[in-house]
């Protein structure tokens, strides 16, 4: 059966500190991989997707940067956090062609002080 | 207008309960629609996808009015685990091979005994 696993599952950083979340996918192949943030009182944003290896499509115009170095690995980074990117991000993968049944990762709660 | 619209909530209601949350959605082309259920701090799991001629769940119904644009989950016989946030998620494509799902910021149930 297919698994996703997103860590850490809290993280409390400064402004102007780096961020790496990382996500992987086990029991499946070739998935699509994306990355949501929900803000508090918000809907869940799209900020990245991705169909294959080293292809990686962007949503929304922010501070924050994905990267696909593997088949079954998704990396959300920013160089540079800002108070505004604090949020509930979420992780999830789908069956290629089929892109409607979204499966999430557990979630990371960022908060940046 | 929002692309896909929720009554925020809070519905609460006793156990045993019949009750029922509305979706609106703006894109007419929209072809795929979903419920997706969110418990607190937690991250979301499809709950059941919406079909034309609308479906059946055990206690859960879910129905789609193309003409009018709306969705709609009704849930009988309400227990104490059907408290969470309710989602409603349409697919709308966009062009190119990645069709975007775009959630609402979802509609808040408590049971009560």
């Known amino acids: 059966s297919q698994t996703i696993h997103q860590w850490p599952a809290t993280l409390v950083q400064p402004v102007g500190s780096p961020l790496s979340l990382e996500c992987t996918v086990e029991?499946?192949?070739?998935?699509?991989l994306y990355w949501y943030r929900q803000a508090a009182g918000r809907g869940l944003q799209l900020l990245f997707y991705?169909?294959?290896?080293?292809?990686i499509s962007s949503e929304v115009p922010q501070n924050l940067s994905a990267s696909r170095p593997q088949d079954r690995q998704f990396i959300l980074s920013s160089k540079k956090l800002l108070l505004s990117d604090s949020g509930f991000y979420l992780c999830?993968?789908?069956?290629?062609?089929?892109?409607?049944?979204?499966?999430f990762g557990s979630g990371t709660q960022l908060s940046v002080l | 207008r929002k692309e896909v619209e929720q009554d925020p909530g809070p519905f609460n209601v006793p156990e045993g309960a019949t009750v029922a949350f509305n979706c609106t959605y703006s894109?007419?082309?929209?072809?795929?629609f979903f419920w997706y259920r969110q418990d607190c701090r937690k991250e979301p799991k499809l709950l059941m996808s919406?079909?034309?001629s609308g479906n059946e769940d055990g206690r859960f119904t879910a129905q789609l009015n193309r003409a009018s644009q709306y969705i709609s989950l009704l849930i009988r016989d309400s227990k104490l685990s059907d408290s969470a946030t309710y989602l409603c998620?349409?697919?709308?494509?966009?062009?190119?091979?990645?069709?975007?799902?775009?959630f609402g910021k979802g509609t808040k149930l408590s049971v009560k005994p």
């Open positions: 999830a993968w789908s069956s290629q062609g089929a892109g409607e049944k979204l499966f």
């Open positions: 029991g499946t192949s070739n998935p699509n």
């Open positions: 991705s169909v294959g290896i080293g292809q």
């Open positions: 894109n007419s082309a929209s072809q795929s």
């Open positions: 919406v079909y034309s």
């Open positions: 998620v349409v697919k709308s494509d966009y062009g190119g091979s990645q069709g975007n799902l775009i």
